[in-house]
């Protein structure tokens, strides 16, 4: 069993619909979470960075962090072509500089 | 500005050749990182320095050999590379290493090796 499952999709959504990501980790010492975006042949981009459970939002953006149910989701609002990309969760141990990623997520968002 | 640069973008070089990537940050960050991503894949930790001393090898083949110069720099430098070592290569920084702190990644040096 991998730490961080994430479902590599890929999910196809038309414009201005909500995308819904999300994954799952099985080391409940995971303390701190992130989302990070990376379109084709680029460096990833942090998008949202969260530490505690419960909600943290960002313009068209919403982290979801349950630790209870080892969990963690990412919303985009009203989505654009632009938000094509690939989407990786990642976490990381207190004290610790080893990220976990998930697989990636590739999102389309359709005109 | 959270901003990581790397030269070159692009890399196409043969098994015998010797290449270095370079990677700078200028956000004052102490830990920096080299991560190697293959299509499809997330990226997978190399190197990590800190204050400038390698403090983290995950078990990379000795053609790849790291170098630190200053707190803003970090090379890579390549040798008898093999084919499927073609791949994205990343570098990131964060402020203070094993104290939480996120990581900012370059845009990465796209290395084709033949």
């Known amino acids: 069993q991998k730490e961080v499952e994430q479902d590599p999709g890929p999910l196809s959504v038309p414009e201005g619909a909500i995308v819904s990501l999300n994954c799952t980790y099985s080391?409940?010492?995971?303390?701190?979470f992130m989302w990070y975006r990376q379109y084709s042949r680029k460096g990833p981009e942090l998008l949202m960075y969260?530490?505690?459970?419960g909600n943290k939002e960002d313009g068209r953006f919403t982290a979801q962090v349950d630790k209870s149910s080892k969990y963690i989701s990412l919303f985009i609002r009203d989505s654009q072509p632009s938000d094509s990309a690939t989407y990786l969760c990642?976490?990381?141990?207190?004290?610790?500089?080893?990220?976990?990623f998930g697989a990636g997520t590739t999102v389309t968002v359709r005109a | 500005d959270t901003e990581v640069t790397q030269t070159p973008k692009h890399l196409v070089m043969g098994m015998t050749n010797k290449k270095s990537l370079k990677c700078e940050q200028h956000?004052?960050?102490?830990?920096m990182y080299w991560y190697k991503q293959k299509a499809k894949k997330p990226p997978e930790l190399m190197f990590v320095?800190?204050?400038?001393?390698?403090?983290i090898n995950e078990s990379v083949p000795s053609r790849f050999s790291p170098e630190c110069p200053n707190s803003s720099l970090l090379n890579l430098h390549l040798h008898a590379l093999q084919p499927e070592d073609s791949a994205l290569y990343l570098c990131?920084?964060?402020?203070?290493?094993?104290?939480?702190?996120?990581?900012?990644f370059g845009p990465g040096t796209r290395l084709l090796v033949l």
């Open positions: 969260t530490y505690s459970s």
């Open positions: 956000m004052g960050h102490r830990a």
């Open positions: 990131a920084s964060s402020q203070e290493p094993q104290i939480q702190e996120t990581q900012y």
């Open positions: 320095y800190s204050y400038e001393k390698l403090s």
């Open positions: 080391n409940s010492a995971f303390q701190y």
């Open positions: 990642a976490m990381i141990l207190s004290n610790d500089y080893k990220l976990s």
